[in-house]
């Protein structure tokens, strides 16, 4: 398990405070409570815009949940790299297929705890339809689904329930994405 910016001693609780702060001040409220389980896929929607991170980010310290995340290989080159990966960022490639789902698998199976977010859209921008990975990583994983929110119109995020997959995905995305309808993200328009 690597050593991430929520495990860093005073480092964790000077960025609670901060969570704490900055959540109050731009409003924000937090639903639900934190899953009672070492590991699990947490997805993230609406995914509509760059303050998404941030808020999540924000929300993760004020719950005291560990999250691992994933973000374009891109974003991790540089002296931006070390920097990413201690703030919990896992690398990927997104331009072709690298066998990301078998990959996050693995790292769930090789760690004791591991909470890794995934948001279902796969990018900022409207899409058609989510993408499935979150859903094939946590069956081929064998661990549940957090349904985690962020909606800007009530400026509540926080913890849903937790679903099992069925491994029927049709049926399970429906059910999925039903907890969703009604909220509204940064960009409403994206969503």
Known sequence: MTHTIFDTPIINTLFRFISTLGLKLAGW??????????????IAA??????????VIAIAFKFGVKISWMGKSSLFKGPMGPIM??????PVERSRNTGLVQQVVDRFNACEDLI??????GTRSK????KSGFYHVAVG????IALGFLDFKTR??????????SDNYESDLKKIQHFYQGMTGKRPHRF
């Open 29 to 42: 409220k937090l639903s639900g409570k934190k899953p009672d389980a070492r590991k699990y896929v947490l």
């Open 46 to 55: 609406p995914h509509t815009s760059n303050w998404d991170f941030i808020l």
């Open 85 to 90: 990966r201690w703030m919990g960022g896992i």
């Open 116 to 121: 890794v977010t995934i948001p279902p859209e």
């Open 127 to 130: 899409v058609g339809q989510w």
């Open 141 to 144: 994983a064998g661990v549940p």
């Open 156 to 165: 509540v995020g926080g913890f849903g329930p937790m679903f099992f997959p």
